[in-house]
């Protein structure tokens, strides 16, 4: 409501900004209840310390949880639908999608 308001109130300082990010429309969502949103930490891991990359990706997702179960009943995240990668690590880590519409996909998972 407020981001209505605001673009309408200033319409021609925001009309170029708006016509150039229209996706941000598509990305305001009503979070699901008792869930924090997850953001990630991109590492770059070079390709022969890969021990490194399972164990260290074991370890965020112990301290994701430890967390999550003493506030909240799990955790949700939002993807663009183009974004391959993104989509292969929620299906492969068990988050279901909760809400998608044509440029993103909102995923959660409980805990």
């Known amino acids: 409501k407020k981001l209505i308001f605001f673009i309408l109130k200033n319409i021609l300082l925001n009309l170029p900004l708006l016509i150039l990010n229209y996706k941000m429309f598509f990305k305001i969502h009503e979070p699901p209840e008792n869930h924090i949103q997850l953001i990630h930490l991109v590492i770059k891991i070079k390709k022969k310390e890969n021990k490194i990359k399972s164990k260290l990706h074991k370890e ?52």
């Open 60 to 111: 965020i997702e112990n301290l994701h949880q430890k967390i999550v179960n003493k506030k909240y009943k799990g955790v949700y995240a939002i993807y663009e639908n183009k974004n391959i990668i993104a989509s292969k690590y929620y299906r492969k880590s068990n988050f279901k999608i909760f809400k998608k519409n044509i440029f993103f996909s909102f995923v959660k998972k409980k805990f």
